[in-house]
């Protein structure tokens, strides 16, 4: 590395982007089994075999990520997010946060969760810090639910978005786009946003799942979703742009009552400029973009009895050598280019 790069911050990296957003993939387990990213049967209905889950000893351990959190933030890191897998279902994950919530510097930790697990969790997620959660629900039909997340559990998720929104959470909404299975709700989701404090956004469907169930035949472009909302109201740039991350919001009006979308365009928009990122995946490897599987092997060092200073200078070369962006521009980029093979369970999406 040269020593002009050392001597800027050591979360610069070298496009000038500053790293400040850890996400941690606190397991690759999870209780339900969606078709874009862990299906049990691939499109001719046959029964997917997938790798085995990690054992817990691979898993980092939550003093092993306590360890990790901490020089990250020491470090000059801020916002952490917890996704998976399910985050909800790692035992022990409470008192895991709530030792997160002690690490001074450590300004906001998030949840990303498929919600299943929300509503039991919600009060105590509550008083360990966690204000903000990002939830999973890309259908408000309840057999289409099941068919999307190979489980039965829509109406548990509902009651647990209602609850946490009534507990004032700050709630965001993910729904991944996929044409031929959730197309004809695009409209009913931007009504939805009328009707509740929550932002609801739509994701590209990206080529990253175990099964490679990405296919062009499924994807839906964002600008073609805006089209579709723009035929029941109207759609302009969100003054609450500026803490949305990746996503691109907009203030969606009709019949005289305003929500708010959001709009995550990997594919057809890059963000990479602007990625703040770090990730870590479950089975402890620093990866700098979801997209490139360029890794670093944190797990060994930490298992190695390493100095934290061995840990940052980890955290620093990733940083460094993050991307400057993924290559995927085009649907046949996509076909031929992706890069994301580790699974968005192990990777935390
Ligand atoms: N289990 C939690 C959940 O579903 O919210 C957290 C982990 S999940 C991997 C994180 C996010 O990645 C979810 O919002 C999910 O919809 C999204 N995701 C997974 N596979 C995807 C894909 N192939 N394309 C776009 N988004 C995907
Ligand atoms: Fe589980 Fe989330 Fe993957 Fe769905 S997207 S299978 S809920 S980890």
Known sequence: MSEKIQSISPLVDQFSRTISYLRLSVTDHCNLRCMYCMPEHDGNGKPIKHGKFLRHDELLSYEELLRVVRVAVEMGMS????????PLVRRGILDFI?????????????????????????EDLLASGVHQVNVSLDTMQ???????????????????????????????????????????????FARLSLEHSFQIRFIE??????????????FCDSDDIMKKIRT??????????????????????SGGRE???????????????????????????????????????????????VSDDVIRNAIRDAIFNKPKGHQLSTVQDVVEKSHCSGGMSKIGG
């Open 142 to 188: 309840r057999d289409k639910f099941k068919q999307i997340s190979g489980r039965d559990y829509f109406d548990k998720v509902w009651e647990s978005i209602c609850t946490v929104e009534r507990l004032g959470f700050k709630v965001k909404l993910n729904a991944v786009a996929m044409k031929g299975i959730n197309d004809d709700e695009f409209l009913d």
């Open 205 to 218: 469907f990206m080529p990253a799942g175990d099964a490679g169930s990405w296919s062009q035949c499924r």
């Open 232 to 253: 029941i109201g109207s759609l302009e740039p969100s003054e609450k742009q500026r803490s949305s991350g990746p996503a691109k919001l907009y203030t969606f009006s």
């Open 259 to 305: 929500g708010t979308l959001g709009f995550i365009s990997p594919i057809s928009h890059h963000f990479c400029d602007q990625c703040t990122r770090l990730r870590l995946t479950s089975e402890g490897r620093l990866r700098p973009c979801l997209l490139h599987d360029i890794e670093t092997d944190l797990r060994v060092l930490l298992r190695g009895n």
């Open 79 to 86: 916002k952490l997010r917890l996704t998976g897998g399910e």
């Open 98 to 122: 709530k030792e997160l919530s002690k690490i001074d510097g450590l300004n906001q930790v998030l949840v990303t969760t498929n919600g299943v697990l929300l509503g039991e969790y919600a």
